[in-house]
């Protein structure tokens, strides 16, 4: 491949893992995908004027988290409540699967964040002292000067159904009812005390950094929970046949280059 076709890749600028929110549902096919075209490595290709900061931030998600290097938060400084809730949809988004939900709250400090919805990502976008997982949720949160802040859970595979977290084997009871894009459920009850308890009882790699979906933008406050949730191998392979593969690549240090633009760097310098 000659440079010149890596070109479109890269120039100027950032742009809302906002992915999906309630605001603003796709009803058409996704403009963005995992792989080929569609995929990270072209995203600023497929909307140059928005994308940018796909090719060319620095402050980039997802990222290898050093356990050892990382910040983390003081459990006492963070709190995180979801009330028990039901007849919430669960949709197919042909990105990600996704349920809208705003009754929830993130308060780090006296800063207090309101939840948009929860999604999922196979395999994991984060990876921890480089060991990647099956699986990733993420639970979307913005404040009313639209901040974004992103509570993270890796997800382990483990043998047995009784060992599973328990909102996890309600949410995908009937995950096959949504196989197409574009296809909803309806969910019964969701208790998240358990997903609550396990974020404020373990450790909470922070960082500031970007949506994980175009348009990548930077200045998301993560909060990624050192310790994974757990789901049962049959249904996470239930799960996977409709998920599929939607993770993006992991991107450079904090602060560093653009792999993109590194890339397209080297080629230019090889080419000249």
Same mark, same amino acid.
């Given at each position: 491949?000659?440079?010149?076709?890596?070109?479109?890749?890269?120039?100027?600028?950032?742009?809302?893992?906002?992915?999906?929110?309630?605001?603003?549902?796709?009803?058409?096919?996704?403009?963005?995908?995992?792989?080929?075209?569609?995929?990270?490595?072209?995203?600023?290709?497929?909307?140059?004027?928005?994308?940018?900061a796909c090719a060319t931030g620095t402050h980039?998600?997802?990222?290898?988290?050093?356990?050892?290097?990382?910040?983390?938060?003081?459990?006492?400084?963070? #709190? !995180? @409540?979801?009330?028990?809730?039901?007849?919430? /949809?669960?949709?197919?988004? &042909?990105? %990600?699967? $996704?349920?809208? *939900?705003?009754?929830?709250?993130?308060?780090?400090?006296?800063?207090?964040?309101?939840?948009?919805?929860?999604?999922?990502?196979?395999?994991?976008?984060?990876?921890?002292?480089?060991?990647?997982?099956?699986?990733?949720?993420?639970?979307?949160?913005?404040?009313?000067?639209?901040?974004?802040?992103?509570?993270?859970?890796?997800?382990?595979?483990?043998s047995t159904k009784d060992h599973s977290t328990? #909102? !996890? @084997?309600?949410?995908?009871?009937?995950?096959? /009812?949504?196989?197409?894009? &574009?296809? %909803?459920? $309806?969910?019964? *009850?969701?208790?998240?005390?358990?997903?609550?308890?396990?974020?404020?009882?373990?450790?909470?790699?922070?960082?500031?950094?970007?949506?994980?979906?175009?348009?990548?933008?930077?200045?998301?406050?993560?909060?990624?929970?050192?310790?994974?949730l757990v789901l049962d191998v049959d249904t996470?392979?239930?799960?996977?046949?409709?998920?599929?593969?939607?993770?993006?690549?992991?991107?450079?240090?904090?602060?560093?280059?653009?792999?993109?633009?590194?890339?397209?760097?080297?080629?230019?310098?090889?080419?000249?």
């Amino acid at each position: 491949m000659h440079l010149t076709s890596l070109l479109p890749l890269i120039p100027a600028v950032a742009a809302s893992c906002f992915h999906n929110t309630p605001l603003a549902r796709r009803t058409t096919a996704p403009s963005f995908g995992y792989t080929a075209e569609h995929g990270p490595l072209n995203w600023y290709g497929l909307d140059p004027s928005a994308n940018v900061a796909c090719a060319t931030g620095t402050h980039q998600s997802p990222i290898v988290i050093g356990s050892s290097e990382i910040s983390k938060v003081d459990n006492k400084t963070v #709190l !995180l @409540n979801i009330p028990t809730v039901s007849d919430l /949809e669960f949709e197919n988004l &042909g990105t %990600t699967i $996704e349920v809208p *939900l705003t009754n929830g709250t993130l308060v780090v400090g006296d800063h207090t964040y309101t939840l948009a919805q929860f999604h999922f990502h196979t395999p994991s976008e984060h990876r921890i002292d480089e060991e990647h997982f099956p699986m990733e949720a993420h639970f979307v949160f913005s404040d009313e000067d639209g901040n974004i802040a992103v509570v993270g859970y890796v997800i382990q595979l483990t043998s047995t159904k009784d060992h599973s977290t328990p #909102l !996890l @084997n309600t949410i995908f009871e009937n995950v096959d /009812e949504i196989a197409e894009t &574009g296809s %909803t459920t $309806e969910l019964g *009850l969701l208790d998240f005390s358990s997903v609550s308890r396990h974020f404020l009882n373990n450790e909470i790699y922070t960082y500031s950094g970007s949506l994980t979906t175009p348009p990548c933008t930077e200045g998301v406050s993560w909060y990624v929970s050192a310790l994974p949730l757990v789901l049962d191998v049959d249904t996470y392979n239930d799960v996977k046949k409709v998920l599929k593969f939607n993770s993006r690549y992991t991107q450079n240090v904090l602060g560093q280059e653009n792999l993109l633009q590194l890339a397209a760097d080297e080629l230019n310098g090889h080419d000249a």
